[in-house]
């Protein structure tokens, strides 16, 4: 494993976990029991049409996102674990009405908003 994939710690100390050792699958593990990832399926990736089957939810592009990860990080040797975490918490902290959301929020805020910012 390339040596820049290990965890440089925590913010915050967490209670120690036996079972799961390593703190980027731990953190995977958090990040699909959370409500905040949960309620990505209530959101549409685009546009909602309850009569198309074929309509994204941000879950489902999140998902796809975290496969994809996956097979690029089997490939290029990288940490599995982790990017599957980044993946699962890529859109956490996205605004409503995605990219116009944040342009909203920046010309209201007077600072750039940028969901990856806010994201886990």
Do not use: W
Request: with cysteine.
């Amino acid at each position: 494993m390339k040596p820049y994939t290990h965890s440089l710690g925590r913010r915050y100390r967490e209670i120690e976990d036996d079972i799961i050792s390593d703190p980027f699958l731990n953190d995977y593990q958090k990040i699909l029991q959370s409500k905040a990832y949960r309620r990505l399926a209530d959101k549409t990736q685009v546009i909602s049409d309850p009569d198309n089957s074929h309509v994204r939810t941000r879950l489902t592009h999140t998902n796809e996102v975290i496969a994809i990860s996956l097979a690029i990080a089997d490939k290029l040797g990288l940490n599995k674990n982790l990017c599957m975490a980044i993946a699962a918490g890529h859109d956490i902290g996205h605004t409503p009405y995605g990219h116009i959301g944040e342009k909203i929020l920046t010309e209201f805020g007077g600072k750039e908003f940028k969901h990856n910012v806010f994201s886990v």
